[in-house]
């Protein structure tokens, strides 16, 4: 996601699927952690069915339970480590997905899924020193991912966070994304159907990103299975991100539609 960033920015659910951050600092869907940017997870890929008669031409998101689940991340140039993603429920309906990596870097997201799809309604970046800020969101809150998923839909999330320098910078990222199609692929030993969402991202500010990402969606876990990324810029870094297992840390069985 990029969006959790589908999400990448969220990272984000950017989706981010739903974001990667400049030195580790992820805001984004589940793949994103986040994001939020988080983390996505399985090993393989499989052929995209698009509106084919042997596969659904849509697929509807679910918000994901409360619990948490184990990512394992890679990127170029550091050793593997893992990022955990943990949902929980807040008085006011919305949920909120916490990412954090080894180092504690990661972010906060907050949720609100309606009628049309889910909405990303706060976001905070931490840096993994002690250091946390709020991102700045569009008012009215943006669309994170549109629900059903159908090929082809396109749309963007536009947002900013802060860098963490000693000047208080923001950055702007802009993120287009497209549901390229539906996929099978295999976690933790299982099969799951899953969207594929690949996003372009652009960032200014004091320091300027160019990405692409691949989130893969699990829509009835509500959360991504695989993220894919490669940026350049500042930073130009290959990472991936995989989900360990379909099952919540201390469960035993997915969860049922």
């Not at 940017?37 to 008669?53: E, H, I, K």
């Not at 309906?93 to 899924?113: C, N, P």
């Not at 839909?153 to 287009?176: A, K, M, N, Y």
Request: glycine residues 10%; aromatic residues 6%.
């Amino acid at each position: 996601m990029h969006p959790i960033r589908i999400l990448n920015p969220m990272r984000p659910y950017h989706l981010r699927l739903p974001l990667a951050k400049r030195r580790n600092t992820r805001v984004g869907w589940a793949c994103a952690a986040a994001l939020a940017a988080a983390a996505c997870g399985s090993t393989g890929t499989g052929s995209v069915a698009r509106n084919s008669p042997d596969g659904p031409s849509s697929l509807e998101l679910k918000a994901p339970p409360v619990g948490s689940w184990a990512y394992s991340y890679t990127t170029t140039g550091r050793a593997a480590t893992t990022t955990t993603a943990t949902v929980t429920r807040m008085p006011n309906g919305t949920w909120q997905l916490t990412l954090r990596d080894s180092v504690g870097a990661g972010a906060d997201q907050t949720f609100e899924m309606r009628s049309d799809g889910l909405y990303i309604t706060g976001a905070v970046a931490y840096n993994g020193t002690g250091s946390r800020a709020a991102c700045r969101l569009p008012s009215p809150a943006p669309l994170y991912i549109p629900n059903p998923l159908v090929p082809g839909r396109h749309w963007t999330l536009i947002l900013s966070c802060p860098t963490f320098d000693v000047r208080g910078d923001f950055e702007r990222t802009q993120v287009d994304n497209t549901v390229s199609g539906f996929e099978t692929i295999a976690v933790g030993g299982q099969s799951v159907r899953v969207a594929r969402i690949d996003a372009s991202s652009t960032t200014q500010g004091p320091f300027s990103q160019r990405g692409h990402e691949t989130v893969y969606l699990d829509p009835d876990l509500g959360l991504p299975v695989k993220h894919v990324s490669d940026s350049s810029g500042v930073v130009n870094a290959h990472s991936e991100e995989t989900l360990l297992a379909l099952t919540p840390t201390g469960a035993s069985a997915k969860p049922q539609p």
